[in-house]
T-cell receptor, first 111, second 113 residues
Framework: QKEVEQNSGPLSVPEGAIASLNCTYS??????FFWYRQYSGKSPELIMS????GDKEDGRFTAQLNKASQYVSLLIRDSQPSDSATYLC???????????FGAGTTVTVRA | EAQVTQNPRYLITVTGKKLTVTCSQN?????MSWYRQDPGLGLRQIYY???????DKGDVPEGYKVSRKEKRNFPLILESPSPNQTSLYFC????????????FGPGTRLTVT
């Protein structure tokens, strides 16, 4: 059973702080990793994708991938109230289009 | 504007009454997929299609049908809906070779009474 697990929330951070989200996956042959942001009642929105070990930065978001340890993380710097959402980790297992999703971590940024 | 559209956005129906949820994308994507999202269970894949006339089951296909006669459209059919199919449904699409990045439609909230 392929699994994607995320740290349980909710995660509450003060405005301006760093929010750190973690995700572990169970299959060593996983190739592609994604972070989606989902506002309540809305559809998932792709915010980061990462394919190789190391860090990838996009604006206030940084994704970190460590395939040896089978984890991927997302850092949100200078958190804003608009970052309050559920963040979904998704893993592509067979180098095709099938994605497996984690249950999500809800982030609340308090002003 | 590049997008995935779904219709209807909200639907309340009764057990056993056949319904179709449409999905269309204007990005010429080869891959399309349907998911359902339920509290505590996350996103689960129902069916997917790698291209026209090529479809396959996802993790929870029971009670659903799909077809892919045109590249842009991927309707989800519930022949005899039951209350356990009450859920939030998302259609997604992806371009072949684009890192398998999937883009989601706005969602359809279905209630079966």
């Amino acid at each position: 059973q392929k699994e994607v697990e995320q740290n349980s929330g909710p995660l509450s951070v003060p405005e301006g702080a760093i929010a750190s989200l973690n995700c572990t996956y169970s299959d060593r042959v996983s190739q592609s990793f994604f972070w989606y942001r989902q506002y309540s009642g809305k559809s998932p929105e792709l915010i980061m994708s990462i394919y190789s070990n190391g860090d990838k930065e996009d604006g206030r978001f940084t994704a970190q991938l460590n395939k040896a340890s089978q984890y991927v993380s997302l850092l949100i710097r200078d958190s804003q109230p608009s970052d309050s959402a559920t963040y979904l980790c998704a893993v592509n297992y067979r180098n095709d289009y099938k994605l497996s999703f984690g249950a999500g971590t809800t982030v609340t940024v308090r002003a | 504007e590049a997008q995935v559209t779904q219709n209807p956005r909200y639907l309340i129906t009764v057990t056993g009454k056949k319904l179709t949820v449409t999905c269309s994308q204007n990005m010429n994507h080869e891959y399309m997929s349907w998911y359902r999202q339920d509290p505590g269970l996350g996103l689960r894949q129902i069916y997917y299609s790698m291209n026209v006339e090529v479809t396959d089951k996802g993790d929870v296909p029971e009670g659903y049908k799909v077809s892919r006669k045109e590249k842009r459209n991927f309707p989800l059919i519930l022949e005899s809906p039951s209350p356990n199919q009450t859920s939030l449904y998302f259609c997604a699409s992806a371009r072949q070779g684009a890192g398998y990045e999937q883009y989601f439609g706005p969602g359809t909230r279905l209630t079966v009474t």
